[in-house]
């Protein structure tokens, strides 16, 4: 190739790249909203199973991502539900936000799990209740994030024996 070809195939390629760096910023600058990214994350597909309990799936596997993970089960008539979820993705930090997420992730409202009548949650043996739990966010942090909800067929003793705890 000659000289001439070389440099008008550089400067072809350097115009090309300016062209194509504030295509980019243009689009980026103009196109792009934080409340667009943000209804993209969090609205469910219309397309995604829904469930209408808890008992109806889980969230299987082992979060690699150090201790900031919980472990929730859900006692069913049909069995226990164990679920890992990473707390990376909370933006405060409460065992109500943990549920909610987990919720929106899994398919099902939230208020089967917060209505009193149909669900009791523990933290090993503290109750979890709406607004008069005393369990803050560095108690599941230190019990490894273990958070049990019982179908209203269960009791506290029927976790204590589960666990074999004495």
Same mark, same amino acid.
């Given at each position: 190739?000659?000289?001439?070809?070389?440099?008008?195939?550089?400067?072809?390629?350097?115009?090309?790249?300016?062209?194509?760096?504030?295509?980019?910023?243009?689009?980026?600058?103009?196109?792009?909203?934080?409340?667009?990214?943000?209804?993209?994350?969090?609205?469910?597909?219309?397309?995604?199973? *829904?469930?209408?309990?808890?008992?109806? %799936?889980? /969230?299987? @596997?082992? !979060?690699?991502?150090?201790?900031?993970?919980? #472990?929730?089960?859900?006692?069913?008539?049909?069995?226990?539900?164990?679920?890992?979820?990473?707390?990376?993705?909370?933006?405060?930090?409460?065992? *109500?936000?943990?549920?909610?997420?987990? %919720?929106? /992730?899994? @398919?099902? !409202?939230?208020?089967?799990?917060?209505?009193? #009548?149909?669900?009791?949650?523990?933290?090993?043996?503290?109750?979890?209740?709406?607004?008069?739990?005393?369990?803050?966010?560095?108690?599941?942090?230190?019990?490894?994030?273990?958070?049990?909800?019982?179908?209203?067929?269960?009791?506290?003793?029927?976790?204590?024996?589960?666990?074999?705890?004495?």
């Amino acid at each position: 190739m000659s000289r001439k070809v070389i440099i008008t195939y550089l400067i072809f390629l350097f115009i090309f790249s300016v062209f194509i760096y504030f295509f980019i910023r243009y689009r980026q600058n103009h196109l792009f909203s934080s409340k667009a990214l943000e209804s993209i994350i969090s609205t469910p597909s219309q397309w995604r199973t *829904k469930y209408l309990s808890p008992c109806d %799936a889980i /969230i299987s @596997g082992d !979060p690699n991502i150090g201790d900031n993970w919980v #472990k929730i089960s859900f006692h069913c008539p049909q069995g226990v539900k164990n679920s890992t979820f990473a707390t990376t993705v909370l933006r405060e930090k409460s065992w *109500k936000n943990t549920i909610n997420e987990y %919720a929106r /992730i899994i @398919g099902f !409202p939230p208020s089967e799990v917060f209505d009193e #009548k149909k669900w009791t949650c523990y933290l090993g043996r503290k109750i979890l209740i709406n607004n008069q739990s005393k369990v803050t966010w560095d108690d599941i942090a230190t019990k490894k994030g273990s958070i049990d909800c019982l179908n209203p067929e269960y009791t506290l003793n029927y976790l204590i024996q589960y666990y074999g705890i004495k």
